[in-house]
T-cell receptor
Framework: DGGITQSPKYLFRKEGQNVTLSCEQN?????MYWYRQDPGQGLRLIYY???????QKGDIAEGYSVSREKKESFPLTVTSAQKNPTAFYLCASSIYGGLVTGELFFGEGSRLTVL | GQQLNQSPQSMFIQEGEDVSMNCTSS?????WLWYKQDPGEGPVLLIALYKAGELTSNGRLTAQFGITRKDSFLNISASIPSDVGIYFCAGPRMDSSYKLIFGSGTRLLVRP
């Protein structure tokens, strides 16, 4: 079945360590996104990519980095520079970068906890 | 900047009751989207609205695009336990349709 796969589902990290969250999609979608979700808050955009080898900062990009070397993959690295990294991270994709239909398809999320 | 305000923040209702929630903004939106997030999962699109005044149904769910284009409503009829989750409204930002703005969500709990 087509979909978006995020891994790992749960991750624990010590302060000062970088960690990479994986996101793979087999929907043949052009655009991919990373969102952060904190309790009681809406989703906030970290990075997005409309096409391969191109990506743009979202609203809260500081302390994060991404790459888009393949259409199917959009990994997110949470660096030690991110001051408050404990959160639920959601990867999403859309058919077109312009969100013509408005539909984002989300993965199941990765919960990162910094000890 | 643009913001979406959802209310209520949470609801605890009896199974079988109808539910109504809304989303408002001080800015105009050309598209309104309603997503549902089950616990521990990613959000799933329920309904998309593209025209002011539009009323769209999806099973027991009905959503409306406000005439002023600054608000939207989602109603759930005859709630069941699997309706539990967080409901988000969202819309494309004016500065870029690539970016969605999400409301803070309405958490729905259903008492069997």
């Amino acid at each position: 079945d087509g979909g978006i796969t995020q891994s790992p589902k749960y991750l624990f990290r010590k302060e000062g360590q970088n960690v990479t969250l994986s996101c793979e999609q087999n929907l043949n979608h052009d655009a991919m996104y990373w969102y952060r979700q904190d309790p009681g808050q809406g989703l906030r955009l970290i990075y997005y990519s409309q096409i391969v080898n191109d990506f743009q900062k979202g609203d809260i990009a500081e302390g994060y980095s991404v790459s888009r070397e393949k259409k199917e993959s959009f990994p997110l690295t949470v660096t030690s520079a991110q001051k408050n990294p404990t959160a639920f991270y959601l990867c999403a994709s859309s058919i077109y970068g312009g969100l013509v239909t408005g539909e984002l398809f989300f993965g199941e999320g990765s919960r990162l906890t910094v000890l | 900047g643009q913001q979406l305000n959802q209310s209520p923040q949470s609801m605890f209702i009896q199974e079988g009751e109808d539910v109504s929630m809304n989303c408002t903004s001080s800015s105009i939106f050309n598209t309104w989207l309603w997503y549902k997030q089950d616990p521990g999962e990613g959000p799933v699109l329920l309904i998309a609205l593209y025209k002011a005044g539009e009323l769209t149904s999806n099973g027991r769910l009905t959503a409306q695009f406000g005439i002023t284009r600054k608000d939207s409503f989602l109603n759930i009829s005859a709630s069941i336990p699997s309706d539990v989750g967080i409901y988000f409204c969202a819309g494309p930002r004016m500065d870029s349709s690539y970016k969605l703005i999400f409301g803070s969500g309405t958490r729905l709990l259903v008492r069997p």
